[in-house]
């Protein structure tokens, strides 16, 4: 097909990549190219592609029934929900509400902070703090509560203008101080900016554990997450952990605060939570947050496709093959060996830092390894490492916004083996000297 005619936006990139049929942690095009899926599509995908357990779970279930209202039960909805709150939430989330992808699960914990408020009788309370260098969802309001300008950029005036704590990113610290002196001036730093919008005015905190592909897999200081934790209880502001990328399993753990013992108010779960197989997100939240609500009688309006039976069967499907293959410990060990793999790039002179936990990883690239300097905007170094590692048989994932210009993210399949493991290693490298030498022609 033309790129014309697929593209939405008409552009002058050639023909997409079309994909005949993913295994494992490969794709294969159309015309016969195998190439190892080292992001994991979307950096969601982890018990594989083409697992035929999913599969069959999806198809029986819509066999047996194709669509229900998500406010009714059905089975495969049922154990899905039981699964996640028996094995899988940390502390006392308990309540469970599903939707279909990350973005609209964000919103939907935006409008549950703000119905939770209003319900306990709090209607001052109305803003989301988040965060620079994050990046929450498409919708209106989710890119109002996320700190990614690019992105933001064509919507300002219709963009809520929720206030910004700085980025947790000690590489170019935004307050100019080094960790561990610094004593996470970052984390007082959100204390700092409820002080001067009025504590009483803010009705929750949104952050990703880790940050996922705005600024490279960025993973904070230890002490970072129970300070903002504490900061936001003692303000009576909830906490919203955005796992949409960091959840079941990714960083090595089942969730990212977890590297932290801390639980957030609501969590946010979407992308590997059906690993791929269906569109599926979920809010998750605490009794204490639910209350409220159930007080009043009131709903939190659910979406058409919310919870679908057949991505629920998907999820379940995919949650107990985690389980059964103990992928989570082993994406703690393939993140650790993989960081190990890629030590060389350490000191390759366009590498400012390799960075990440478990398997969401990231290089990010500058001109100058000295200095910081990054590559011009227009090089887009980024995707011009990712189209050298197309060429040369691996898909990486493209980031980076504002300081963090260019990362590359890599989040393979937790099934991946030893040779995988070694082709990414061997293949980023090369990918990043041909992508600096084409810039530089
Ligand atoms: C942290 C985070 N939140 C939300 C989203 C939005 O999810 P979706 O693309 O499924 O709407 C993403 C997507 O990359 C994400 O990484």
């Avoid at 005619?5 to 990549?17: A, E, I, Q, T």
């Avoid at 319900?119 to 994050?134: F, Q, T, V």
């Avoid at 007080?295 to 999820?315: F, N, R, V």
Wanted: glycine share 10%.
């Amino acid at each position: 097909m033309s790129a014309s005619r697929f593209n939405f936006v008409p552009s002058s990139h050639g023909p997409p990549l079309s994909i005949a049929r993913a295994e494992g942690a490969w794709l294969e095009t159309t015309d016969g190219q195998r190439i190892l899926d080292a992001a994991g599509g979307a950096i969601m995908v982890n018990v594989g592609h083409g697992r035929r357990e999913v599969i069959d779970a999806m198809t029986r279930t819509l066999e047996r029934v194709t669509y229900a209202v998500p406010v009714f039960a059905t089975e495969e909805r049922e154990r899905l929900v039981e699964r996640l709150i028996d094995r899988w939430l940390p502390g006392d989330l308990a309540r469970v509400y599903l939707t279909s992808g990350g973005s609209e699960s964000v919103d939907a914990a935006l409008r549950l902070a703000r119905q939770h408020h209003v319900a306990a009788g709090r209607p001052e309370r109305w803003k989301i703090l988040g965060r620079d260098l994050s990046y929450h969802g498409t919708t209106l309001a989710t890119l109002a509560a996320g700190g990614h300008e690019k992105r933001r950029a064509p919507f300002g005036p219709l963009l809520l203008d929720f206030p910004k704590a700085p980025a947790c990113y000690c590489l170019r610290c935004p307050l100019g101080r080094e960790y561990p002196e610094c004593r996470v001036a970052c984390a007082d730093a959100v204390e700092e900016v409820l002080l001067r919008e009025g504590p009483e005015t803010v009705a929750a905190f949104i952050a990703e554990p880790v940050v996922g592909s705005t600024a490279g897999a960025v993973d904070p200081p230890p002490e970072y997450w129970p300070a903002v934790v504490e900061v936001c209880r003692r303000h009576g502001v909830l906490v919203i952990a955005d796992e949409v990328m960091t959840g079941f399993g990714r960083t090595g753990r089942r969730f990212g605060v977890e590297h932290w013992d801390v639980v957030p108010d609501i969590l946010v779960g979407g992308k590997g939570l059906a690993g791929g197989y269906a569109p599926l997100g979920a809010v998750f939240a605490s009794e204490a947050v639910l209350e409220p609500l159930a007080q009043k009688g009131d709903e939190l309006m659910y979406y058409t496709y919310g919870g679908h039976p057949s991505a629920c069967a998907a999820a379940d499907a995919v949650l107990e093959i985690l389980e059964r293959e103990d992928l989570v410990r082993r994406a703690a060990d393939l993140g650790a060996r993989l960081r190990k793999a890629l030590e060389p790039l350490e000191d390759h002179p366009n590498v400012a830092q390799v960075r990440g936990l478990g398997l969401l990883q990231a290089v990010e690239l500058v001109r100058d390894r000295e200095t910081l300097e990054p590559f011009p905007a227009e090089v887009g170094m980024a995707m011009r490492v990712v189209v050298q590692g197309l060429v040369r048989g691996a898909f990486f994932y493209p980031g980076g916004c504002g300081p963090a210009r260019d990362v590359v993210c890599l989040g393979p399949p937790f099934i991946i083996g030893d040779e995988e493991l070694e082709l990414i290693a061997r293949i980023l490298p090369e990918a990043i000297d041909a992508a600096v030498a084409s810039a530089d022609r």
